[in-house]
């Protein structure tokens, strides 16, 4: 069975940049999330979808960050402009439904310049 | 809102040493509870979870925790590491009902052969 699979694993951007992520998760599983995980921290949560629907994105900075779940399957996190700031791992995890077993892609690490 | 706290953020141990990392959470309600790894250059990991049932509970490789519900605890160990074991581990807790895992900030821990 494949994984969590996102990309680019590595991206560095000047700031005011725009940079997007790409997640496709484990088929099957209906929910996804994007975990931001900061240096030396636990992954906190951004943005959780229900097939298609954002259904927790109360920690999503909306000023410059949005996030697509189209056709409830793979998902894109974008940040417009970037700051320095937002240098971290974003990770992408999904799981099936009220499980709460989720299962995490390798993430894609941005650093901003 | 629920939170997590890790006891130590860096641990030390050589190898054949017995292993305890602590974890509190602070919801009083119903909670499932996990432990996740993740080792040098791989993505986070399932180690083990409990959601009800005998209060302590097996993982992968050697790994158990134990619930306390009246310490709100959820201690991970490991009688004997091995070098292989370093990597960090996270604590984590969703409270019943919902699919966000809130985490921990994490525990690195560091096997000396």
């Known amino acids: 069975e494949a994984g969590v699979v996102q990309s680019p694993r590595y991206k560095i951007i000047e700031k005011k940049q725009p940079v997007a992520f790409w997640c496709n998760p484990i088929s099957g599983h209906n929910t996804l999330y994007w975990y931001l995980q900061n240096l030396g921290q636990g992954p906190e949560l951004l943005i959780r979808y229900e097939n298609e629907e954002a259904v927790d994105d109360s920690q999503l900075p909306k000023d410059r960050f949005s996030a697509e779940r189209l056709k409830g399957v793979d998902s894109t996190l974008k940040i417009q402009p970037a700051e320095l700031g937002d240098s971290a791992v974003y990770l992408c995890?999904?799981?099936?439904?009220?499980?709460?077993?989720?299962?995490f892609g390798e993430g894609s690490r941005l650093t901003v310049l | 809102a629920q939170s997590v706290s890790q006891h130590n953020h860096h641990v030390i141990l050589s190898e054949a040493a017995s292993l305890e990392l602590g974890c509190n959470y602070s919801y009083g309600g119903t909670v499932n509870l996990f432990w996740y790894v993740q080792y040098p250059g791989q993505h986070l990991q399932l180690l083990l979870k409990y959601f009800s049932g005998d209060p302590l509970v097996k993982g992968i490789k050697g790994f158990e925790a134990e619930f306390i519900k009246s310490k709100f605890s959820f201690n991970l160990r490991k009688p004997s590491v091995q070098w292989s074991d370093t990597a960090e581990y996270f604590c984590?807790?969703?409270?019943?009902?919902?699919?966000?895992?809130?985490f921990g900030k994490g525990t690195m821990l560091l096997v000396s052969p």
């Open positions: 984590a807790v969703r409270i019943l009902g919902y699919s966000t895992l809130t």
């Open positions: 995890a999904s799981s099936y439904p009220g499980t709460g077993e989720l299962f």
